[in-house]
Antibody, heavy 120, light 107 residues
Framework: QVQLQQWGAGLLQPSETLSLTCAVY????????WSWIRQPPGKGLEWIGE???????NYNPSLKSRVTMSVDTSQNHISLKLSSVAAADTGIYYC??????????????WGQGTLVTVSS | DIQMTQSPSSLSASAGDRVTITCRAS??????LAWYQQKPGKVPELLIY???TLQSGVPSRFSGSGSGTDFTLTISSLQPEDVATYYC?????????FGRGTKVEIK
């Protein structure tokens, strides 16, 4: 059973950098893209971006200037950094798995979510 | 970028009712569409992919249809445990945009 476990700092001040990590347990790591999604309190889901085991990335254009994703294939970890955070970046951040090919791009496994609050 | 428009934003129906949620893409996306269910306080879960394929373990009262720009999620007989927010997502190409969600409640 594939498991995604994520962690990171939950409270940030404005202008700081958000940093989250997602570990993948069981199943193939290299055969998938690994995505980040966020959800502001009481609002809908927003796709942040994705990365594969080679480090190839796709980012949401609205966040691209502030987002960096990386991968550590030795530990089956993916990481998200979001710079210059503001209150609007407050929310639950999820990592999730999607297939490599377009026809298998659904998000079938999700992490437990990490609440990140940006407040001074 | 392709926009995903869901309707309605919320609905209230009686147990046993047939419920239909619509998702419209601003451009054709073939059948590269997924539906997710998010129960209150929980992680989203995959319900349907490829517009109409039920994810393993999902009850058969859920069904999906559509191709191109217009898609539908149907719950044939609404159950109390189906209270949730439902999201569509296009996934064939980046950005893999979600719809804004449909909140389903029981009357």
């Amino acid at each position: 059973q594939v498991q995604l476990q994520q962690w990171g700092a939950g409270l940030l001040q404005p202008s700081e950098t958000l940093s989250l990590t997602c570990a993948v347990y069981s199943g193939s790591f290299s055969g998938y893209y690994w995505s980040w999604i966020r959800q502001p309190p009481g609002k809908g889901l927003e796709w942040i971006g994705e990365i594969n085991h080679r480090g190839s990335t796709n980012y949401n254009p609205s966040l691209k200037s502030r987002v960096t994703m990386s991968v550590d294939t030795s530990q089956n970890h993916i990481s998200l950094k979001l710079s210059s955070v503001a209150a609007a970046d407050t929310g639950i951040y999820y990592c999730a798995r999607r297939g490599v090919v377009a026809a298998a791009g659904q998000l079938d496994y999700w992490g437990q979510g990490t609440l990140v609050t940006v407040s001074s | 970028d392709i926009q995903m428009t869901q309707s309605p934003s919320s609905l209230s129906a009686s147990a046993g009712d047939r419920v239909t949620i619509t998702c419209r893409a601003s451009q054709g996306i073939s059948n590269y569409l997924a539906w997710y269910q998010q129960k209150p306080g929980k992680v989203p879960e995959l319900l349907i992919y490829a517009a109409s394929t039920l994810q393993s373990g999902v009850p058969s009262r859920f069904s999906g249809s559509g191709s191109g720009t217009d898609f539908t999620l149907t719950i044939s007989s609404l159950q109390p445990e189906d209270v949730a927010t439902y999201y569509c997502q296009k996934y064939g190409s980046a950005p893999r945009t979600f719809g804004r969600g449909t909140k389903v409640e029981i009357k």
